[in-house]
C-alpha cells in the first residue's frame, strides 16, 4: 500500500478525523493510529502523537478504549418462520352456544 507522508502541519487536523468519524470514534489512541495508517497517511511518530492526542481528547477519555472484554461475541440468528413454533390448546366445557361447547386455541409464538 503506497501511504503519503504527511507534514507536521496537517498532523492535527488528520488526528482529529481518524478520531472522531462518521461509524463512532474515540475509541483509544491504538486505534486512532490503526485509522491514520488505514486511510494511507504516514509520519514517524504516529504512534507517539495518537497517544497524545487520546490522552489531551476529552471524549476520549470520558469514553475510554475498547479492549477484547468489552466486545460482545458473535452468536448465530435463528431464523425461524411463521407457524414453526406454535401451540395448540383445547379449552372447554362451557356452556352450550349454538351446539358448541370446547374452543381449540392455536397460537403462534412468532408473529404473536
Not at 498532523?11 to 486511510?39: E, K, P, T, W
Not at 497524545?52 to 452468536?75: K, R
Request: charged residues 15%; aromatic residues 14%; negative net charge.
Amino acid at each position: 500500500m503506497v501511504r503519503r507522508c504527511v507534514p507536521e502541519s496537517e498532523v492535527h487536523s488528520i488526528m482529529i478525523f481518524c478520531d472522531s468519524y462518521a461509524c463512532g470514534g474515540h475509541l483509544g489512541d491504538h486505534r486512532i493510529a490503526a485509522n491514520v495508517l488505514q486511510r494511507g497517511y504516514y509520519w514517524t511518530t504516529k504512534f507517539h502523537t495518537a497517544h497524545h492526542f487520546y490522552l489531551s481528547c476529552e471524549h476520549c477519555q470520558c469514553t475510554g478504549a475498547l479492549s477484547h472484554c468489552d466486545i460482545m461475541p458473535i452468536s448465530l440468528i435463528l431464523i425461524i418462520e411463521i407457524f414453526d413454533v406454535g401451540s395448540l390448546d383445547f379449552m372447554g366445557p362451557f356452556p352450550k352456544y349454538f351446539s358448541f361447547v370446547h374452543i381449540l386455541v392455536a397460537i403462534d409464538y412468532v408473529s404473536k
